[in-house]
């Protein structure tokens, strides 16, 4: 178990890489003379070499627990500058302070950790002084802490072997890295100036220098990095492996050519080596996690998309049950904006029936719920409607960690429900109406006939004529409303082929001319040649179309006006190209009451008509493959009807083949 300073020291220190801490302590205790790191904006103390402790007479646990001016006076941390020297005064415990000049070293980019070297201490401090080469090397040392800042890793290892070779005084300075592709080493990193050790060697020669080492001319020749050192003449070939524990993964090799080695190579080996080790794990684990957050992100927008677009609202509830979230669904369905709603209690947005607020409540408890059916839930407005509810809690470490509610509008399935219901209905209805039209119509004809001979049987000016013919006119609409009827209810004999729109409506407009001149309506048609003919059966497009000229022609019949036709090509479907008909009167249009039921059976505009001639054109068009609209106003009325372009052939048995 680590003792209590370990925790203070670790717990104290917030850099970019938690394990620089160590490589940082082994820095400072390699200097003769007091030195601490503080944070510049927290004013504590991060670390202090043995030489500080010893000096100021507290122990490590205090030193990292009492703020900075406990130990230091003359701290004026928003005046420091990186580089300078200050004075200062060192407080000790149960002795006389001491007065010292320190210098200011940053240990990062934003400047808020800093070492401080303190030198020039009094006399009788039972401490050395920090000479000048100690402080270059500890100003040199320290930069290496600075190389870490870099976001590439090869970059921050080349910044760091250059600083290592100023401490040094060598510039032969290389780094091999194990190589997945061979069992050799492959040097990835150098800082020669022209190449001395090999490009690659063997995985033997990590085994053999799997500690630091130091050949020297006249030593045995044991690896190739040896004998390159022997090849150019070096003074010496030093070595350390890189990694952790057993896992080595490199080898770091440095070498002087004109002076031996320093004294302290082995330790600044050891320490350079711990330094790279702890920096190449560091951006391991930091692209390790760069790369889970981006794929954290990745998902995180397609739960935001597929929370946004889905068709069903949901709400998402924090733990004491306040409104976190809220998609657009959810938004429409009760009416308010999320902005208005996030932090409010459900209990006062969700207004439903009282087992919602209790499945809440179960819920809030831990005891799992989920679906509560069909309830009618109120909008803002106060509205009600039907909707499925499902409450799903959702759990961390056995607790109630938020809440999910989704809300299905099952308002339109009724309205389909009821609808279906009303066409089973007409189905129904039609059956038995079709066998009552053929079973009416024989009763009809005999009455007719008793009538015409009664016509026949008294005189010619007799004032019962009159009452006979009214009869007869009775008994002729009857028989074409159950023939409507029968042609309405019974299936369609359609034989489709080739049809040339433009001659079809020329040939029915002839035959209207009369009657168009007789209620004085005039006639705007002009055939146009080179249109794509139409896939369709001739007698039934006839009968939509005379259907409705029929109609337009009835609504002008009082005042007279025009009937204009015109024929285009429609192109807005892809892939289905087809042919626009628009036929517009300029009668008094249709109300507002029957347009939107215009094509069911029995509405009709005309107190004379059936009510069953645009269901059957409706019936028809719908057979042809197409689609009939229409749009009215005060003053005049547009059907247009869309017919499908012949797309292909006409099979043996006269259908469409598409």
């Not at 490590?60 to 003359?74: A, H, N, S």
């Not at 489709?496 to 309506?521: G, Y």
Request: aromatic share 6%.
């Amino acid at each position: 178990m680590a003792s209590s300073t370990q925790i203070k020291k670790t717990f104290a220190w917030t850099g970019k890489n938690p394990a620089d801490l160590v490589n940082a302590e082994v820095l400072l205790n390699l200097l003769p003379g007091p030195a601490i790191i503080i944070d510049k904006t927290k004013g504590i103390i991060l670390l202090a070499n043995s030489t500080f402790v010893r000096l100021v007479g507290y122990s490590e646990e205090e030193i990292y627990t009492y703020p900075l001016d406990q130990f230091v006076l003359g701290f004026q941390t928003d005046l420091l500058q990186t580089g300078e020297n200050f004075s200062g005064v060192i407080k000790r415990r149960n002795r006389t302070s001491l007065s010292v000049s320190f210098k200011i070293q940053a240990l990062d980019q934003e400047e808020t950790k800093l070492a401080v070297i303190f030198k020039n201490p009094e006399s009788d401090l039972e401490v050395k002084s920090v000479n000048p080469v100690h402080e270059q090397m500890l100003e040199s040392l320290l930069d290496l802490i600075s190389c870490s800042d870099s976001e590439e890793l090869d970059s921050s290892i080349e910044a760091t072997l250059e600083v290592f070779s100023a401490i040094v005084g060598t510039n032969l300075m290389c780094l091999y890295q194990a190589n997945s592709d061979s069992p050799g080493l492959r040097k990835v990193i150098t800082c020669e100036p022209i190449a001395i050790f090999p490009d690659e060697i063997p995985s033997t020669d990590l085994i053999r220098l799997s500690g630091a080492s130091m050949w020297i001319p006249g030593a045995p020749v044991q690896t190739e990095i040896h004998r390159a050192g022997r090849i150019s003449d070096l003074k010496y070939v030093a070595s350390i492996p890189l990694g952790q524990g057993g896992a080595l993964s490199g080898l770091l090799v440095l070498g002087g050519a004109g002076r031996m080695p320093p004294a302290n190579l082995s330790s600044l080996l050891q320490f350079l080596s711990s330094l790279i080790s702890t920096k190449t794990q560091h951006f391991i684990l930091d692209e390790n996690l760069r790369d889970q957050i981006f794929e954290l992100e990745n998902q995180n927008n397609v739960l935001t998309e597929l929370f946004n677009v889905a068709q069903e609202g949901i709400i998402i509830l924090s733990s004491n049950l306040a409104i976190a979230r809220m998609n657009s669904a959810a938004e429409f369905m009760l009416g308010y904006a999320e902005t208005e709603v996030q932090g409010q209690l459900v209990e006062n947005i969700l207004i439903g029936p009282d087992g919602l607020i209790r499945a809440l409540e179960k819920v809030h408890e831990g005891i799992p719920f989920h679906n509560l059916g069909t309830v009618h839930i109120h909008r803002r407005s106060g509205q009600s409607f039907p909707a499925n509810l499902q409450v799903i809690p959702v759990m961390k470490d056995g607790e109630l960690f938020s809440v999910l509610i989704f809300i299905s509008d099952v308002s339109q399935n009724e309205q389909i429900k009821v609808r279906t219901q009303q066409l089973e209905h007409r189905a129904v209805l039609g059956e038995f109406t079709a066998v009552f039209a053929h079973e009416v119509r024989n009763p009809i004809n005999n009455i007719s006939t008793g009538l015409q001979l009664l016509s026949t049987l008294i005189r010619s000016d007799d004032p019962n004529q009159d009452i006979i013919n009214r009869m007869l006119g009775d008994c002729n609409r009857l028989n074409q409303l159950m023939e409507s009827v029968l042609s309405f209810s019974r299936p369609l004999e359609t034989r489709f082929e080739p049809v040339d729109i433009s001659l079809l409506l020329q040939r029915i407009l002839d035959r209207w001319r009369p009657r168009l001149a007789k209620v004085n309506v005039e006639l705007f048609f002009q055939p146009v040649n080179n249109l794509p003919k139409i896939l369709g059966d001739i007698r039934s497009l006839e009968q939509v179309f005379t259907n409705l000229i029929s109609n337009a022609v009835e609504a002008m019949s009082k005042s007279g006006g025009t009937l204009a036709i015109r024929l285009n090509k429609y192109d807005q479907i892809p892939n289905t190209p087809q042919i626009e008909v628009s036929i517009t009167d300029s009668g008094p249009g249709i109300p507002d009451e029957i347009k939107g039921r215009l094509f069911e059976p029995f509405v009709s505009n005309n107190p004379r008509g059936t009510g069953l001639g645009l269901a059957i054109t409706k019936r028809i068009v719908t057979a042809h493959r197409g689609n009939i609209s229409v749009d009215t106003f005060p003053g005049g009325t547009v059907f247009r009807v869309y017919l499908s372009t012949v797309n292909g052939e006409v099979d043996e048995h006269n259908n469409i083949d598409r």
